[in-house]
């Protein structure tokens, strides 16, 4: 019997705006995301999903980013444009969050041992 499992390591990352007056952005947002085994390219911010304005004054904000290969995050950089009516930016705070993922056949996840499973998560 074999077995199909997989597994999908994502960064939630909440970004919180202060609630200074002008503290929001028109700017456009960057991140990066340097780990112990490599770095993300530079990522744009956005939500495609939504028409909501993002990094408005006392906001949070939250972006799913589907990384590979950094390993443990270590540091992170974010950084913005400096385009649009008043480009400055109060950020508070950035808050990422680890989030794994895993798909498989319920019935096939029953017999799957655990050690398969155990040493699939320790490759982050």
Same mark, same amino acid.
């Given at each position: 019997m074999s077995y199909i499992v997989v597994i999908f390591i994502?960064? +939630?990352i909440e970004v919180y705006t202060g609630k200074q007056k002008m503290a929001g952005t028109d700017s456009t947002i960057y991140i990066t995301l340097f780990g112990q085994h490599g770095s993300s390219k530079k990522i744009m911010l956005k939500d495609p999903s939504s028409d909501k304005r993002l990094f408005? =004054? +006392? +906001?949070?904000?939250n972006f799913r980013l589907r990384l590979s290969g950094i390993g443990e995050l270590k540091k992170i950089r974010i950084e913005h444009d400096g385009k649009g009516f008043a480009s400055g930016w109060f950020l508070d =705070?950035?808050?990422p969050h680890f989030v794994i993922t895993i798909l498989a056949n319920m019935l096939e996840l029953l017999f799957l041992p655990l050690l398969l499973l155990l040493s699939a998560l320790s490759i982050f």
């Amino acid at each position: 019997m074999s077995y199909i499992v997989v597994i999908f390591i994502d960064f +939630s990352i909440e970004v919180y705006t202060g609630k200074q007056k002008m503290a929001g952005t028109d700017s456009t947002i960057y991140i990066t995301l340097f780990g112990q085994h490599g770095s993300s390219k530079k990522i744009m911010l956005k939500d495609p999903s939504s028409d909501k304005r993002l990094f408005e =004054k +006392s +906001s949070v904000d939250n972006f799913r980013l589907r990384l590979s290969g950094i390993g443990e995050l270590k540091k992170i950089r974010i950084e913005h444009d400096g385009k649009g009516f008043a480009s400055g930016w109060f950020l508070d =705070k950035v808050l990422p969050h680890f989030v794994i993922t895993i798909l498989a056949n319920m019935l096939e996840l029953l017999f799957l041992p655990l050690l398969l499973l155990l040493s699939a998560l320790s490759i982050f």
